[in-house]
């Protein structure tokens, strides 16, 4: 049997106003928050670890892949959902995916599409890695998104 362990990125730094949010670093608080997270799983039996590309996934899940002596597998598909274009009221725009999964701007992905890519690569890993225990960071929605198939 696979067991997997969602975990979602720790505070990312987004204070820089011109920096790409993608790239955004984790925070003081963040990296601190990964430490803790690092010291609660290390006795866990995880095999492999899979991040999303992005820094703040990769740093979060840093500490732990050290502790356990593993490499951090990359996984594009746990990206951040495309959303089109700038959406000014972006809360607004979440509150309406999660009301409406099928719910996506011109060019963007609905949460619908992007919960299909996500157990997809998860599925792809879950086979790839049977009978291991894996753990995945990622970004809040993608959590999110695992948690609405239970």
């Given at each position: 049997m696979t067991t997997i362990?969602?975990?979602r990125h720790a505070q990312p730094d987004y204070s820089d106003v011109h920096a790409d949010p993608e790239n955004a670093?984790?925070?003081k608080q963040g990296r601190e928050d990964s430490k803790k997270m690092a010291s609660f799983l290390?006795?866990?039996p995880i095999d492999v670890i899979v991040s999303?590309?992005?820094p703040r996934a990769k740093e979060t899940i840093r500490p732990l892949a050290e502790l356990l002596n593993l490499?951090?597998?990359l996984e594009e598909d746990f990206r951040e959902r495309k959303i089109g274009c700038w959406v000014e009221d972006f809360n607004g725009y979440c509150?309406?995916?999660?009301?409406d999964f099928s719910y996506a701007l011109p060019e963007g992905e609905s949460l619908q599409q992007v919960q299909?890519?996500?157990?997809?690569?998860?599925g792809f890993f879950s086979t790839l890695y049977c009978a291991?225990?894996?753990l995945f960071t990622s970004c809040c929605h993608v959590s999110g998104m695992i948690g609405r198939l239970a």
């Open positions: 362990y969602l975990v670093p984790l925070t290390h006795h866990e999303s590309p992005y490499p951090i597998l509150k309406r995916q999660w009301e299909q890519i996500v157990v997809q690569a998860l291991f225990v894996s």
